[in-house]
């Protein structure tokens, strides 16, 4: 084989890998990717029951009622327009609580309440999820 | 005064950045055609005489470079060990009640002090360079040391006008703001740094790639030369990701160990790259092959490292690891990366039509197999990269998702498993070319082994998944082909560096085993109990003793008292505790964990409700600790690789010598 060949050939297989990789990611995206609603984005169109996705907003004061068996919870999730009941069973992060953001990732029933299998709430003071930013500014302007 | 003098040092630094980036061009401009190791020339006259003066400059300066780069990071770190709170850096990230080894580690542990890091450990490489690398055609090590001397420059601009870590407070605070009590941690101490030498280690790759591409010296010398950083850089890369890993399997409390965060993302990505440069630099080094190639991965794994750190410190991202919110800061990085690599493209789009073509070979061969090796590097790169860019992509145009384990898991994990198959029959390949069914003759045992361990694991466990199945399997046949160089050699005469690959590659086999493990096997029980009760987890039984209170240096914990037993065995007792963190106030969950020869046993300590009852979060994770033991001798096995090239190269200086003749 002619180096100047081998160049080209290596050179095209190169880009079958780049493109195999993309149309490979890209197809898998449709199926995968966790969209983020809000419960106002819930109340207005009924969201997806068949794949994961993540809901966020803030955890409404007195909405946290532990279940009987001691390792689950129910609470409500708001931004000021709509509300969504969560179901969640395991340790809740340590600051998760009433009246702060979570992020709930699960999947939504039939009946528009939400089966969260994992909470995110803020680390510390300085972090917060980004989708969590803009909202949380939101609601601090309507309690005003 | 102190933080002055580290600003000061800081600025000179950026000075002679400046000046070695200047010295080593008009050097090169002007000394074009007549320096003594350009090709073609041996003319010598007064132009060669000035550009020889200013070549000459440029190692020294890139040494004092390296000092006093190091010389301002150490004094930040001063200013951090004496808690100077009219420093705003200290002031926002330290605190005074915080023990010595934090307060030290608190310099990187904030956005400022790990970019000083980073430049440091970029001067000091540039200075390295300078002091160590002697073989190398000088026109082409100039071309890189001036190379580096660009890319630092950027990064001084950023520290010097965006994020001066030497910033003064007027007036001082009283008291600290403490540091994320998360980072509190002996991991954090190692974590950054050993990531930023991989990171800067890929930068030194990349110089020498654009200094054999203005000078068009691409050949196994300059192979030969950069291999050593390519090693080095992966050596940290792969120490910082499975330290990384274990801190963030024990320190979150949510017993992964992989949790496809960005973050983790951004420094997998650079070792993606680095493993498949480490591949093809050895082909051109030893074969003269894959010339174009090598150096298009050069640029890329450099972009894959200032793409990590561009989605790590711009606050695109968040997460513990993303300090800066400051928009300004992500632009600068972002100028930064579409300058360099930008200008690192174009550069190889210009010259690379002009370097000559490498030696050749055929399909099956080891050429063949590290171009297969490469390939499929690559296209996991690519999945990750798109998976890792697509929810920033998205949210700019409007709608916010995010990709997790489901999408990375699916997609890389059957082409990780293809190159591994692939790994196992490569060093059993002979270079140039090789006969198919020869080399399937050296495959029949670990062929078998692997068939053989998948038919147990089906038959013993049959509920284990079709992955954990074949990577089970595979392992034990890859942990077999791995060692089979070694078979029939005279192992006092074999290379150290193929001590090395054995190693290295053992090691993927061994911490694949424990992937496959962890994900087939865990038992996880989550429940709610009172004094005494009991809860079995796999063969444990653990007992709830009680609670009772803790305290440290800077937190107070409520603490339970675990007692475990497995079978007739003596009892353990495990201590999961919640801490409180005063400064800044903060809990987190401390994980208690058994470490057993076969496995781990994971302990959470939840919250209680009003019956009394207390939420205890266990896991049974049978040969979990082989994935950080697989990725220990995955980097024992690149530090082999290393140690036993620089021997080799010191040995033979003749040989080389005698090429480079040749070759001119």
Partial sequence: MKAKHQRLMLAGLGLVAVLGASGLALSALQDEAAFFYAPADVAAKAPPTDRAVRLGGMVEAGSIRPQPDGVSIAFVVGDGKARVPVTFSGIAPDLFKEGSGVVAEGRFRADGSFAADNLLAKHDERYMPPELAGKMAAAETLEQ | MIAEAGLAALWLAAAMALMQLVLAALGLRMGRGVLPDAPGSDRADGAGETAAQLIAGVRPVAIVQGVLAALSFVLLIWVFVVSDMSVQLVAANSHSAKPMVYKIAGAWGNHEGSMLLWVTVLALAGGAIAVLEKRLNVATLVATLGAQAAIALGFYAFLLFSSNPFTRLD??????????????????????????????????????????????????????????????????????????????????????????????????????????????????????????????????????????????????????????????????????????????????????????????????????????????????????????????????????????????????????????????????????????????????????????????????????????????????????????????????????????????????????????????????????????????????????????????????????????????????????????????????????????????????????????RWQLRLWWKPWVTLIWFGGGLIALGGALSLVGRVRRERRQPAAREAWQTAAA
């Fill in chain 2, 171 to 612: 007036p001082p605070a009283a008291e600290g703001q403490g540091l994320n009590p998360l980072l509190q941690d002996p991991g954090l101490a190692f974590h950054p740094p050993t990531l930023y030498f991989g990171y800067v280690g890929l930068s030194v790759a990349f110089s020498f790639a654009v200094g054999a591409l203005v000078t068009r010296d691409v050949g196994p010398a300059f192979a030969r030369a950069m291999r050593p950083w390519v090693l080095a850089a992966w050596v940290f890369l792969t120490i910082g990701i499975t330290a990384g890993s274990y801190w963030a399997y024990y320190e979150l409390g949510w017993g992964g160990w992989w949790f496809w965060d960005p973050v983790e993302n951004a420094s997998l990505m650079p070792w993606l790259a680095a493993t498949a440069l480490l591949h093809s630099v050895t082909v051109l080094a030893t074969r003269d092959g894959l010339r174009a190639w090598t150096i298009m991965l050069a640029v890329v794994a450099f972009s894959m490292s200032m793409i990590g750190t561009f989605l790590v410190r711009s606050g695109i991202l968040t997460s513990v690891h993303a300090f800066a919110v400051d928009p300004t800061r992500g632009s600068f990085i972002l100028a930064l990366l579409i300058l360099y690599i930008g200008g690192a493209l174009l550069l190889f789009g210009l010259r690379i039509g002009l370097v000559k073509q490498g030696s050749t070979f055929e399909l099956v061969s080891r050429e063949g197999g590290l171009v297969l090796n490469n390939l499929l590097l690559s296209v996991i790169l690519g999945i990750v990269l798109i998976g890792t860019l697509y929810p920033i992509v998205a949210q700019a145009m409007g709608t916010q998702l995010s990709v997790g384990p489901p999408f990375f898991n699916k997609t890389t994990a059957p082409i990780a498993l293809a190159l591994f198959a692939a790994m196992a029959a490569g060093p059993l390949v002979r270079w140039r070319r090789d006969n198919a069914q020869a080399l399937l003759g050296r495959l029949t045992v670990p062929i078998a082994v692997a068939a053989l361990a998948m038919a147990a694991v089906f038959v013993f466990a049959p509920d284990a998944g079709v992955l954990p199945i074949l990577g089970l399997g595979l392992s034990f046949g890859i942990a077999v082909a791995s060692v089979a160089p070694l078979w029939k050699r005279d192992l006092r005469r074999t290379p150290l560096f193929t001590f090395g690959m054995v190693t290295a590659h053992l090691g993927i086999a061994v911490s694949m085993a424990g992937m496959a493990s962890e994900s087939a096997f865990t038992v996880e029980r989550l429940v709610a109990v009172r004094p005494g009760q009991i809860t079995q987890v796999g063969p444990f039984s653990v007992r709830f003793d009680g609670l009772r209170p803790a305290v440290g240096a800077n937190w107070s914990a409520i603490e339970a008292r675990l007692t475990v037993t497995r079978g007739d065995g003596a009892p353990l007792v495990l201590r999961p505790q919640s801490r409180f963190f005063s400064a800044p106030s903060t809990v987190t969950s401390e994980a208690a964990i058994a470490t057993l020869f076969d496995g781990q046993l994971y302990t959470v300590l939840g919250a209680s409700d009003e019956g009394g």
